[in-house]
């Protein structure tokens, strides 16, 4: 943070659980205010990344025209790491297990009382709420095409067709950002809607029903980029994206917000690895699917994964950033079992 203490004002404004400080970072003067926050779960880091991406082309580029103009009509509240007790131990709950996405109406946590305390504070004009997703999720049902980033406008209610003011706001805001992202997108991947299911506890939900449109950025994945290297890039691209629509756009917002519907909905339709048409029990045929699954070393303070077993059997209709068709060759165990169970490590051979 204090690389970038000549443009920005860096201010404590509370503590977690275990004690740590929560910061807000506070750049521009403008009358249109924006709050985003980062790292509400804290193994959920790419957001922060861009967050800080974000800071690095306001310094390097102090003096553009379009940081000036961002500058001149925009203040921006940044809370780039809200959960600092669960980036300690990498693990997406707060020291005492609560997830702060969960906490918007009991307000128990001291982490998610910070954030609401802000948001009263401030009266932004939009919320920006910044999450990683799991590799699990691909746009339509047709190919390997993996989320590389998805959106959210949060539903405010049970029934459908309900679209409050501040949600066609966000709605508009995310339609725009897709339509800039398109223009840049890699040829593998695309962008995707994240499932609207109303969690009424949620904070995206909460505060979007008290009258804040919110838009919330899930940084999926990319083929080996195991770092998320590129995908921060396109998660920077996006805050750009709709920093720049709300300055121009204050005043109508929510126009276009319908073709918000045109963006794809996510499926949970991929794995990391699939085998297919491998030989078990030297007569049947399947397909085995695992998963990566990250372990946090406390002490060491590293990230290593192993990859399990999640799904076994006719998986045509899921796609894989690996697949390996191996019809006919058979599975071995590691101790000699002739067939595969849910939850064994990748420590088989197909031979």
């Not at 404004?13 to 275990?18: F, H, K, N, P, V």
Request: a positive charge.
């Amino acid at each position: 943070m204090n690389k970038y203490k000549n443009i920005c004002s860096i201010i404590p404004i509370g503590l977690s659980i275990e004690k740590r400080k929560i910061f807000k970072i506070k750049w521009g003067i403008g009358k249109t205010k924006i709050l985003i926050w980062s790292q509400m779960h804290g193994n959920e880091t790419t957001g922060t990344k861009s967050m800080f991406d974000l800071f690095h082309f306001f310094l390097m580029e102090e003096n553009c025209d379009l940081v000036q103009f961002l500058k001149k009509s925009l203040t921006i509240v940044f809370i780039p790491m809200l959960n600092p007790d669960g980036s300690e131990k990498f693990q997406r709950r707060n020291a005492v297990n609560i997830d702060l996405n969960r906490d918007a109406i009991r307000l128990q946590s001291p982490e998610i009382q910070i954030l609401f305390k802000e948001i009263e504070k401030n009266k932004p004009s939009v919320l920006f709420n910044l999450h990683d997703q799991r590799s699990i999720y691909n746009v339509g049902d047709k190919s390997f095409n993996p989320a590389l980033l998805s959106f959210l406008s949060p539903s405010v209610s049970l029934k459908k067709g309900t679209y409050p003011i501040s949600r066609k706001k966000s709605m508009g805001i995310i339609n725009f950002i897709a339509k800039e992202l398109y223009k840049i997108l890699p040829n593998i991947g695309s962008i995707g809607r994240f499932s609207e299911k109303l969690y009424p506890t949620a904070t995206g939900d909460q505060l979007q029903k008290l009258g804040y449109p919110c838009v919330l950025i899930e940084s999926g994945n990319y083929p080996k980029d195991f770092e998320k290297k590129i995908i921060r890039k396109y998660a920077f691209l996006s805050i750009i994206a709709g920093i720049y629509y709300i300055s121009h756009e204050i005043e109508n917002m929510e126009k276009n917000y319908k073709s918000y519907f045109l963006i794809p909905k996510n499926k949970n339709i991929l794995l990391d690895k699939i085998y297919r048409n491998v030989q078990i029990y030297n007569k049947f045929l399947v397909d085995i699917g695992l998963m990566k699954f990250e372990k946090f070393d406390l002490e060491k303070k590293n990230i290593h994964t192993i990859t399990k077993i999640v799904d076994i059997g006719d998986l045509s209709n899921f796609f894989a950033y690996e697949e390996f068709i191996v019809t006919g060759k058979k599975y071995y165990g590691k101790s000699g079992e002739s067939f595969p169970k849910i939850g064994n490590i990748e420590h088989f051979k197909i031979l």
